[in-house]
């Protein structure tokens, strides 16, 4: 995302409030929008989430990465018009400068260390050739980001930099399985923006949908806030760095070639 790191996305009027106990993934009926039960959802959620403690580090509602999938998996269920499907990959074509923090980096880190070496070291390669001149200006977003940590702050040094996220090949998210926090909220989640409550989505599917629900009379349907997720995860990350994806993977390049 750029600018505000969500300049870009579509505005809906949402709920402010956020609000995840126990609600079974069978309790969904494709494409059946039930709101009581979406709005209990996204209240029990609310709930767990102070208690995570772990991103990535575990299966069960005490990870974060566990929470935040059952809720975007609520909310595609849920709406039968979410844009968002299987192989699209606009967002990662557009927003690849967004914030990871070590410890979501960690879990990256961990992931690359497993899968086979020769795409490792194609992904580094991928990263470095589309950002490695662009080192210092990515450290300038790292430092920003880490004096300002709220999501609506305006971050003055995104312009000019690549678009395309380097973890993306053939329309495909090699690192999918540990991907950020952001990407996983991506299109299902709203942030307030400038205070404007905005939908995190892609310019270019994100009108159609917001369109999609005013022809069902749900201008004002419920829809989770990632706020709270965003401070959950900087709470679980401490005094660690704050840095785009690229400036990590630069980073993990120079120890392989130290």
């Given at each position: ?38 709005s209990a959802t996204m209240r029990d959620c609310g709930r767990k989430l102070p208690r995570t403690q772990s991103v990535g580090g575990a299966e069960d509602w005490s990870d974060l990465y566990y929470l ?108 999918y399985g540990v991907r950020p926090l952001i990407c996983r909220a991506y299109g299902y989640f709203a942030v307030k923006v400038r205070d404007q409550d905005t939908l995190m989505i892609c310019k270019d ?54």
């Amino acid at each position: 995302m750029r600018s505000s790191e969500a300049g870009r996305a579509a505005v809906v009027r949402v709920p402010v409030t956020f609000a995840v106990d126990r609600l079974r993934a069978d309790s969904y009926s494709e494409g059946m929008l039930d709101l009581p039960l979406l709005s209990a959802t996204m209240r029990d959620c609310g709930r767990k989430l102070p208690r995570t403690q772990s991103v990535g580090g575990a299966e069960d509602w005490s990870d974060l990465y566990y929470l935040i999938d059952y809720l975007a998996f609520a909310m595609d269920r849920a709406y039968e018009s979410q844009p968002c499907r299987d192989g699209c990959s606009l967002c990662c074509r557009d927003y690849s400068i967004f914030r990871v923090t070590a410890a979501e980096w960690a879990t990256i880190s961990v992931f690359l260390d497993e899968q086979d070496e020769a795409e490792t070291a194609a992904l580094l390669e991928r990263n470095r050739a589309t950002y490695g001149a662009y080192r210092e200006q990515l450290e300038l977003v790292a430092r920003s980001w880490q004096g300002e940590p709220s999501l609506s702050a305006i971050n003055p040094h995104l312009g000019g930099l690549p678009p395309v996220c380097p973890a993306l090949v053939d329309d495909r998210c090699t690192i999918y399985g540990v991907r950020p926090l952001i990407c996983r909220a991506y299109g299902y989640f709203a942030v307030k923006v400038r205070d404007q409550d905005t939908l995190m989505i892609c310019k270019d599917l994100g009108r159609a949908f917001l369109d999609s629900l005013k022809d069902q009379g749900l201008e004002h349907a419920p829809l989770p806030n990632f706020e709270p997720f965003d401070r959950q995860v900087r709470r679980l990350n401490g005094a660690g760095a704050i840095q785009p994806l690229p400036l990590w993977l630069l980073e993990r390049a120079d120890g392989h070639l130290a």
